[in-house]
């Protein structure tokens, strides 16, 4: 019922047993860690936890709440339930070990060391070093010294932040997430000191959709690889960025977003599709930091394509004899210019005139948005082009030895 209530020592759920409360607002049990230090309440399977806050006390050394613990025997088991549930005051407020199917809707983590600790193990023959299926809805994260921390020993599927606040946890960063895919945050607010990583990720598979990030140090991809998707992800200082160091491989596609200009995309694969970083915005841009050129003019291969963008246009037109002639004039690209490329090619690929020089050049507006190309014939004679498959290639680099 309503009240408060003092506990010191641990209690189990077994298989279907549920404990509930009259609100997190109403009932309140506090946590003696004077001279325990263990795990207050562990649930095994189809086991419920509602209505109610858990309040470490006298230090920070217990663990509200672990879903399963090997030395009781449960074995790799799920369907665990906590819904309007409050942690504070704990080493781990939340700990999940070996589980699948955990749903953790409503509620406030705040003041732990660690606010929700995902680090299943693999140490005796009911541990499997993994979880799957944990979702967290409409939780506030805030100033623990670690927010989430996930680093479980196998690859862990399906793990979903959403609509939740994580704001203040001052440690050296925000979230730590390992091995984890897919991992998704959706409609998630993130607030934090300018220079703690809101997100630090190594070896996920990650989708971001329509977060926002307010002075925070934005997202670090990890020396593990990454895959990074992102769709309306919203920053709104330098620091809200994305920071991917190349030192794995590192897959990042963002969409209609918009990054701190702090943001350092030195990684194998970038696409950017309506965003903004800082104030540049990229309509449609590619980087492969895997593609070379060889064979430059001292005979070492010194030359990186860093950049690529393949434009195709069907094009019709009569070029005179001796005279050039606009293909395409004032071409909207994706900041082509702007992002120094240094060498475009175009090209008729259903049509063989050996007469035909194609040229591309920045647009007439002198706008870095905006390309041309024109088509100069060099014979006798006039040229005509009829539905004729125009390619533009650009990009740029280091070396550029073409």
Wanted: aromatic share 10%; glycine share 10%.
């Amino acid at each position: 019922p309503e009240g408060t209530f003092l506990i010191n020592g641990a209690l189990q759920l077994q298989d279907g047993q549920e404990v509930f409360g009259a609100g997190s607002k109403q009932t309140f049990i506090n946590c003696d860690q004077t001279s325990f230090s263990g795990i207050f309440f562990s649930m095994g399977g189809h086991t419920s936890i509602s209505a109610l806050a858990l309040i470490g006390i006298n230090g920070t050394s217990g663990t509200g709440i672990k879903c399963w613990d090997s030395a009781n025997q449960y074995g790799f088991t799920g369907y665990i339930t906590l819904n309007d549930i409050n942690l504070s005051g704990f080493f781990h407020g939340l700990f999940v070990n070996n589980i699948f199917l955990l749903d953790y809707q409503i509620g406030l983590i705040e003041n732990n060391i660690r606010g929700i600790s995902i680090n299943p193990a693999y140490s005796v023959s009911e541990d499997s070093g993994y979880v799957t299926t944990l979702t967290f809805y409409k939780l506030d994260i805030i100033s623990n010294e670690y927010g989430i921390d996930a680093n479980p020993t196998i690859v862990s599927k399906n793990i979903m932040f959403r609509d939740c606040a994580i704001e203040l946890n001052s440690v050296d960063r925000q979230a730590y997430l390992q091995n984890c895919d897919p991992l998704t945050f959706d409609n998630c607010y993130l607030e934090e000191s300018s220079t703690i990583p809101a997100l630090l990720l190594v070896s996920c598979n990650t989708f971001i959709q329509q977060c926002y990030f307010n002075g925070t140090g934005g997202i670090n991809l990890g020396s593990g690889s990454n895959n990074l998707r992102a769709n309306e992800f919203y920053g709104t200082s330098t620091t809200d960025s994305i920071n991917g160091t190349g030192t794995s491989i590192q897959d990042v596609h963002i969409y209609n977003s918009q990054l701190g200009s702090n943001t350092v995309l030195n990684i194998q694969k970038v696409h950017l599709y309506y965003t903004r970083i800082g104030a540049t915005l990229y309509r449609n841009l590619y980087k492969n930091l895997g593609l070379t050129l060889t064979g430059d003019n001292v005979g070492v291969n010194t030359t990186v394509i860093t950049e690529g963008i393949a434009y195709t246009k069907t094009v019709s037109a009569t070029i005179n004899a001796n005279t050039s002639t606009a293909l395409i004039t004032d071409q909207g690209a994706s900041n082509i210019w702007a992002n120094n490329f240094t060498t475009a090619i175009a090209s008729i690929s259903n049509a063989y005139n050996p007469g035909l020089i194609l040229t591309v050049t920045p647009a007439t507006t002198a706008s870095t948005d905006f390309f041309c190309v024109i088509a100069t014939n060099t014979t006798a004679s006039n040229i005509t082009l009829t539905n004729a498959a125009l390619k533009v290639l650009f990009f740029g680099g280091t070396g550029m030895a073409i």
